[in-house]
């Protein structure tokens, strides 16, 4: 599965020869304390201020692997310190039944069988409709990536320091996970 994720985010993201730049440094914070979860109109205000990225999680509550990245990995200190520290962290229900907005464009909840889906969460994932995901968005708002499925901590601190640290922009997945070193999360 881990070299599927590295394999598919490699094709994902534009290649381009490079060094590896360092990864940012963590912040005071990145030791202790929980994901401090913004609304998605808060995340999206403050996001004009142009200082930091979005980091959306995409869920249902009926989904157990979003329960796991929960427990498991959102609630991680480090992580958690992390996500405060360089994004600005957001939940959204796929199955929201509000109506919000995004670029000038409304999305509302669309009913579908017995359930449905909000049709925000349909266009951020291009209609591939798997829990749980992620997207990244840069600091003007718009969509970098997003990611499908369940991530250890270990395998999420190399996403989120990819993208917060904008190698992204001009170090091809493959290279910078096989170059990575860990940070935040030892193997002691």
Same mark, same amino acid.
């Given at each position: 599965?881990?070299?599927?994720?590295?394999?598919?985010?490699?094709?994902?993201v534009?290649?381009s020869?490079?060094?590896?730049p360092?990864n940012p440094?963590?912040?005071?914070?990145?030791?202790?304390g929980?994901v401090e979860?913004l609304?998605w109109?808060?995340?999206i205000q403050?996001n004009?201020q142009g200082d930091?990225?979005?980091?959306l999680?995409?869920?249902?509550?009926w989904?157990?692997?979003?329960?796991r990245? @929960?427990?498991?990995t959102?609630?991680h200190p480090? /992580?958690a +310190?992390y996500?405060?520290a360089?994004?600005?962290?957001v939940? %959204?229900?796929?199955?929201?039944?509000?109506?919000?907005?995004?670029?000038?464009?409304t999305y509302?909840?669309?009913?579908?069988?017995?359930?449905?889906y909000h049709?925000l969460?349909a266009?951020?994932?291009r209609?591939r409709l798997s829990?749980?995901?992620?997207?990244?968005f @840069?600091?003007?708002g718009?969509?970098?990536?997003? /990611?499908v +499925?369940f991530?250890?901590?270990?395998q999420?601190?190399q996403? %989120?320091t990819?993208?917060?640290g904008?190698h992204?922009k001009?170090?091809?997945w493959?290279?910078?996970?096989?170059?990575y070193?860990?940070?935040?999360i030892?193997?002691?």
């Amino acid at each position: 599965m881990k070299i599927g994720l590295f394999a598919a985010l490699s094709l994902l993201v534009p290649c381009s020869a490079g060094m590896l730049p360092a990864n940012p440094a963590p912040a005071e914070n990145t030791s202790e304390g929980a994901v401090e979860w913004l609304s998605w109109d808060d995340a999206i205000q403050r996001n004009k201020q142009g200082d930091r990225k979005i980091f959306l999680s995409i869920y249902t509550d009926w989904c157990g692997w979003c329960k796991r990245m @929960d427990s498991q990995t959102y609630s991680h200190p480090q /992580i958690a +310190g992390y996500l405060n520290a360089h994004f600005l962290p957001v939940k %959204l229900d796929a199955e929201y039944r509000q109506t919000l907005t995004f670029q000038g464009e409304t999305y509302d909840f669309v009913k579908k069988g017995k359930r449905g889906y909000h049709a925000l969460a349909a266009e951020l994932l291009r209609g591939r409709l798997s829990y749980p995901s992620v997207v990244f968005f @840069d600091e003007e708002g718009e969509v970098i990536q997003a /990611i499908v +499925g369940f991530k250890t901590p270990k395998q999420f601190e190399q996403i %989120l320091t990819y993208f917060a640290g904008d190698h992204y922009k001009h170090t091809p997945w493959g290279v910078y996970a096989r170059n990575y070193q860990p940070f935040l999360i030892s193997d002691k």
